[in-house]
């Protein structure tokens, strides 16, 4: 199916039409330190993994008079020290070593000036404003803290002279290509749904993205949740003149859960031939476990800079972030394999910190070294990641806190 995808987006260059192509390839290394609370010996214990991970983005796009086709290809492979898979904080099973999926494939229709209606794959990762971290490249819809998700949609766009509306209806159900197993396959099996509305406002220097959708979950087709998250986000782009960017993020989150019918599925995936006995082991930990029907309420905030600056005939920049948490905050953050930071993703607790040094070599090469510190110190409770409860109380122990460290080489062509 993937080949055939392939042929058919390259046969659009011999139609009469505009026809370009693009991407980046990212390579490079890094290294992760957590801090570990093991529950059986009711200590801290210290663990690190050496990372390598190279990934491409093939762009390809086509416009003929009223109708746009855009598709982003992706691919990456990675390997570890230790042999080991990756295996992020908040997934059940660990991130395949290689693959290949799409992060955008969608066609539009331009019905008047203002007015266009589409369909297809639609990312909403790599958003505002996470193009002050690299070479001003930025390719999704919306906020990256608030969702970070690709979905395949129905959507519709209303243009004016300095804004962008942008509607859609969209499933994180792989429907027509492969997206990514960047989210756990049990959200992704039928029945979940996200209603989203972007607006984007430009204003001389000033950028002003405001974002609302509503969530609905499923857990193997078995409700889960609902939830609101809504925010904005403000840049101010003085980076020509000055040098300087700078920029904020707040959001807000309604987590309204609902997962008595998943809970035999849960424990299926959590427990697997232990399932049976779910219920017996969560009367042993019971402030791990969350079946409740009830409502959570949460926010966070993001405040970032960036300075562009020139050391003899030689390019750089520095950027930073400050990752906030608030109460019982969710989102459509999951965090990925392909952004080359994870500091917003929606189950860190507390605070998250990132660093990031960038060299402009030429116009299509760039080097990059960054940090992150996060803190996690709560997990979310079996049922209700919304839900936390301490580290040292949590029935599986895990992360409390990461430092993330990335040297990263980028070629644009």
Do not use: C
């Not at 939830?227 to 840049?235: E, R, T």
């Not at 992360?399 to 993330?404: L, M």
């Amino acid at each position: 199916m993937k080949k055939i995808i392939i042929l058919a987006l390259l046969s659009l260059s011999l139609i009469a039409g505009d026809f370009s192509y693009g991407g980046t390839l990212n390579t490079g290394g890094g290294k992760v330190q957590a801090d570990v609370f093991n529950p059986k010996t009711q200590s801290y214990e210290k663990r690190s993994e050496n990372i390598h991970l190279t990934n491409i983005q093939l762009n390809l796009d086509y416009e003929n008079e009223d109708f746009y086709v855009q598709t982003s290809l992706y691919g990456y492979v990675y390997h570890t020290k230790s042999g080991d898979p990756l295996k992020f904080i908040n997934y059940y099973e660990p991130v395949e070593k290689q693959d290949i999926f799409f992060r955008s494939l969608y066609i539009s229709y331009k019905a008047t000036d203002e007015i266009s209606i589409g369909a297809g794959v639609l990312p909403l990762s790599n958003s505002t404003p996470t193009k002050y971290n690299n070479d001003y490249i930025q390719d999704g819809e919306g906020i990256y803290m608030l969702n970070d998700s690709v979905l395949t949609s129905v959507f519709a766009t209303y243009k004016t002279e300095n804004s962008r509306t942008i509607l859609l209806l969209g499933t994180i159900d792989p429907l027509l290509v492969p997206t990514g197993n960047y989210i756990d396959e049990t959200l992704r099996q039928g029945g979940s749904y996200s209603i989203v509305l972007v607006n984007k406002l430009q204003m001389d220097k000033f950028e002003l993205t405001t974002q609302v959708s509503f969530n609905h979950m499923e857990f193997e087709q078995k409700n889960l949740s609902d939830a609101w998250v809504s925010g904005m986000a403000l840049v101010y782009d003085d980076s020509e003149d000055s040098g300087w960017s700078v920029y904020g993020v707040a959001g807000f989150s309604v987590y309204n859960n609902d997962n008595a019918d998943s809970k035999s599925a849960i424990y299926d995936k959590v427990f697997k031939e232990k399932a049976p006995a779910g219920d017996y082991i969560a009367s042993l930990y019971p402030n791990s476990f969350n079946f409740e029907k009830k409502t959570y309420y949460g926010g966070a905030s993001l405040l970032g800079a960036r300075k562009d600056f020139s050391i003899g005939k030689q390019d750089f920049f520095v950027s930073g972030e400050w990752f906030h948490v608030y109460g019982d905050w969710i989102s459509g953050n999951h965090g990925n394999i392909y952004m080359e930071q994870n500091n917003q993703t929606f189950n860190i607790r507390d605070n998250s910190y990132f660093l990031n040094l960038g060299y402009l070599i030429t116009n299509n090469f760039m080097f990059r070294i960054s940090t992150t510190y996060l803190e996690y110190e709560e997990q979310g409770k079996i049922g209700n990641l919304a839900d936390t409860v301490p580290t040292e109380e949590f029935i599986g122990g895990g992360i409390n806190s990461q430092v993330v460290t990335r040297v990263v080489f980028t070629y644009k062509f």
